[in-house]
């Protein structure tokens, strides 16, 4: 079946450090890969997405590249903040027919940054 | 536009105790879903709608049923709650562009505790 696998966290950081959250993939077809964040206490919210092979989703200065041949969509952020503070998930989404068309989420990485 | 909303923000009942959370949206999605977030599990998938009228079971929908009363509206029922239903839960709804490109919104959560 479809999974998603993530680097487990927490990640702690020095605000302007370097971030990098792995995410592999398995799927049967061709999904469509996400990035949703989680604040304290809050929902998830979109953070940015790829529909295609080589496509870069890009926000707030979070960017990650769907590669088809790593099955990867790894999230990158050059300098981090502390309100970037939060839980990252990555996900993945293939429109099926005859079965549940749904998102099927990572386990979730908590983030930390610090002063 | 608020989006997608829930009804309540928290919720603590006794072992047996049944009740219904409630989800509506103002986007005009045809799609609509129930998760449940879990410590180091991400979100797992219970009931999922994919139009007025329609209902399917996702990964975990033992013990919850759900009603969908008309397109804005999404309700997820615990007729005996558990102690193992303790979670917090997230409605979702999704919009599809005409390109095909999918994404879920999210709302706040409902975070319940069955003692």
């Known amino acids: 079946g479809d999974s998603v696998t993530q680097m487990e966290g927490p990640v702690t950081l020095s605000e302007e450090a370097f971030l990098t959250i792995n995410c592999t993939y398995t799927?049967?077809?061709?999904?469509?890969l996400f990035w949703y964040v989680q604040y304290p206490g809050e929902g998830l919210q979109l953070l940015l997405k790829?529909?295609?092979?080589?496509d870069k989703g890009s926000n707030k200065g979070f960017e990650a590249t769907y590669r088809k041949e790593t099955t990867s969509f790894h999230l990158e952020k050059g300098s981090v903040q502390v309100s970037d503070s939060a839980v990252y998930f990555c996900?993945?989404?293939?429109?099926?027919?005859?079965?549940?068309?749904?998102?099927?989420f990572g386990t979730g990485t908590r983030l930390q940054v610090t002063l | 536009n608020a989006g997608v909303t829930q009804t309540p923000k928290f919720q603590v009942l006794k072992t047996g105790q049944s009740m219904t959370l409630q989800c509506a949206q103002d986007?005009?999605?045809?799609?609509m879903y129930w998760y449940r977030q879990d410590p180091g599990m991400g979100l797992r998938l219970i009931y999922y709608?994919?139009?007025?009228?329609?209902?399917d079971k996702g990964e975990v929908p033992n013990g919850y049923n759900v009603s969908r009363l008309n397109k804005r509206e999404f309700s997820l029922r615990l007729e005996s709650a558990a102690p193992s239903q303790t979670s917090v839960y997230f409605c979702?709804?999704?919009?599809?562009?005409?390109?095909?490109?999918?994404?879920?919104?999210f709302g706040p959560g409902t975070r319940l505790t069955v003692l």
């Open positions: 979702a709804s999704r919009f599809e562009d005409r390109q095909g490109s999918s994404t879920q919104y």
């Open positions: 799927a049967t077809g061709y999904p469509s």
């Open positions: 790829a529909t295609k092979a080589d």
């Open positions: 996900a993945l989404f293939i429109t099926n027919t005859g079965t549940a068309s749904k998102l099927t």
């Open positions: 986007m005009n999605h045809n799609s």
């Open positions: 709608s994919a139009s007025e009228g329609t209902t």
